[in-house]
């Protein structure tokens, strides 16, 4: 399948990005930079137009999500808008009872823990069949629409959770700690598990299968607490989901991300998974990631979310390293090792792209 003519990949909008040559494998002018969070807490101007509405409210207003990606690209220059929306949208435009609790994160009506609860999940229909979710997601495309209208040269990343991260949210209901309500069903009720996340992987594929054909040049898959599992359970359990969603666009010329924080020792088999590119955490040096790929692909990040409360030369001292390490992988997109903590300076975010755009 081809991409709308109005794409910016068909348009020559964003031949040019810093972002896609380097999750091309090649050496932009300088180096992009982004940063996972990017849109937020730490923002005043975020605070200000998300005042009287909830959560998922902002995120299925297509003006106002449009508004806020935009905010930190105006702010900072960045190389890359982050689509500004949340893992749980797609659940809460199936129907499914969710809402995101500020200061705790997603909380669910009703946890799912049997069979008949899987069954009990809204069904999701097909691309483009006009039912209730393919219909529910038009307030997601229209505000990619309106976002890549602005952004002009500047590529839009879409993303979703990853069915593991979607699926251990639905089992405990809530954010949890060690996730060892999902790590038990997965291992005690194995066809439960693998019902839900054939759920949750069809919901995250066409999630991301719609802000790509709006408009979005790349998408990253976020896994969040895939890096709770040893290696053998994420192959046997999560992989395969992992893959679905990432296959729901693999038809679609745009780079594929893919990010679990505490996800060192799974990056093999999460690039496996179907990744053309890999966000590393803060734990494991760029160089060595590398290795560990064969230099197989290009990294993103890993700007230690710690450092950006430390006095100004500790950060750019550690930036710098960042960039070398980096320099030993097939193309490198700078971020932090996770998202952006909500009481960040955003003048030490500016100094990040001020460096990185003058030495990388
Ligand atoms: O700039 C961006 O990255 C914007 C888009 C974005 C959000 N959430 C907005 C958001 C993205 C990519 C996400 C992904 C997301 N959401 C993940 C994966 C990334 C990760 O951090 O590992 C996860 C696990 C969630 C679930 C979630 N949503 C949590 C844990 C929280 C925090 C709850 C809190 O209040 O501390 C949210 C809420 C959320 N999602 C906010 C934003 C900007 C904060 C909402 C607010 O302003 O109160």
């Known amino acids: 399948m081809q991409l709308p003519e109005t794409h910016p990949l068909r348009t020559g909008a964003v031949a040019d990005a810093p972002l896609l040559a380097a999750l091309r494998g090649e050496n932009p002018a300088h180096r992009p930079v982004w940063f996972m969070r990017q849109a937020g807490r730490s923002l005043p101007e975020y605070l200000e137009a998300r005042k009287g509405t909830t959560m998922l409210e902002s995120c299925l207003d297509p003006a106002l999500a449009a508004e806020i990606t935009l905010q930190p690209v105006r702010r900072y220059g960045v190389d890359a808008g982050i689509f500004f929306s949340d893992i749980v949208v797609p659940m809460k435009v199936a129907g499914v009872g969710v809402e995101i609790a500020p200061g705790v994160g997603p909380v669910f009506d009703r946890p799912i823990r049997t069979m008949a609860d899987v069954e009990a999940l809204p069904a999701l229909g097909e691309p483009g069949d006009r039912g209730t979710f393919d219909a529910g ?117 745009v780079p594929r991300i893919h990010f679990a924080a505490h996800g060192s020792h799974l990056l093999r088999p999460m690039a496996d998974a179907g990744a053309t590119a890999m966000g590393v955490d803060y734990r494991l040096p760029l160089d060595e990631a590398s290795r560990i790929l064969g230099g197989d692909l290009p990294l993103q990040g890993n700007i230690d979310p710690a450092r950006l409360t430390a006095p100004v030369e500790v950060l750019e001292a550690h930036v710098l390293d960042v960039l070398a390490r980096g320099a030993e992988a097939p193309g490198h997109v700078v971020n932090l090792g996770h998202g952006v903590p909500p009481e960040t300076d955003p003048d030490m975010l500016q100094r990040i792209v001020d460096l990185v755009h003058a030495r990388g």
């Open 137 to 253: 997601l038009d307030a997601i495309r229209e505000a990619v629409r309106l976002t890549v209208a602005q952004l002009g040269s500047t590529p839009l990343i879409g993303f979703a959770g990853a069915p593991f991260t979607l699926a251990a949210y639905m089992v405990e209901g809530r954010p949890s700690r060690d996730h060892l309500g999902a790590r038990r069903l997965m291992i005690e009720a194995p066809d439960v598990w693998d019902a839900l996340t054939a759920w949750t992987s069809a919901a995250a594929g066409l999630f991301l299968r719609a802000q790509v054909l709006a408009g979005a040049s790349a998408v990253q898959l976020f896994d969040s607490w895939a890096g709770s599992l040893a290696p053998a359970d994420y192959v046997a359990h999560c992989q395969p989901g992992s893959a679905a969603a990432l296959s729901a666009v693999a038809d679609l010329p």
